[in-house]
Nanobody
Framework: QVQLVESGGGLVQPGGSLRLSCAVP????????MSWHRQAPGKERELVAS????????NYADSVKGRFTISRDNVKRTVYLQMNSLKPEDTAVYYC????????????WGQGTQVTVSS
């Protein structure tokens, strides 16, 4: 069974940084596009950032452009989300997801990691 294991969440002050990791040891990682999503209380889950199988193309939600960076290491089978200049409105549970190349729907989701931005 494929498991996506997220880590790196926590409490940080506004303006601070966090780096999320999502390890996928049991997956043929190189054929999956990877993405990070988040869900704040009372809100729908939203796509934050995505990266293609080789890492050559990335996309970001307008709300995080210039502050967040998604990257991947296909040898370590891990995707990262570097979050800088964090704002209180970034507070949410962050999920990573895997979508096999050519598929429209996401195939696997992580369990989520809480990010709280507060002074």
């Amino acid at each position: 069974q494929v498991q996506l294991v997220e880590s790196g969440g926590g409490l940080v002050q506004p303006g601070g940084s966090l780096r999320l990791s999502c390890a996928v040891p049991g997956l043929t990682f190189g054929i999956y596009n990877m993405s990070w999503h988040r869900q704040a209380p009372g809100k729908e889950r939203e796509l934050v950032a995505s990266i293609t199988t080789t890492g050559t193309s990335t996309n970001y939600a307008d709300s995080v452009k210039g502050r967040f960076t998604i990257s991947r290491d296909n040898v370590k089978r891990t995707v990262y989300l570097q979050m800088n200049s964090l704002k209180p409105e970034d507070t949410a549970v962050y999920y990573c997801a895997a979508r096999e190349r050519g598929n429209d729907n996401y195939d696997y989701w992580g369990q989520g990691t809480q990010v709280t931005v507060s002074s």
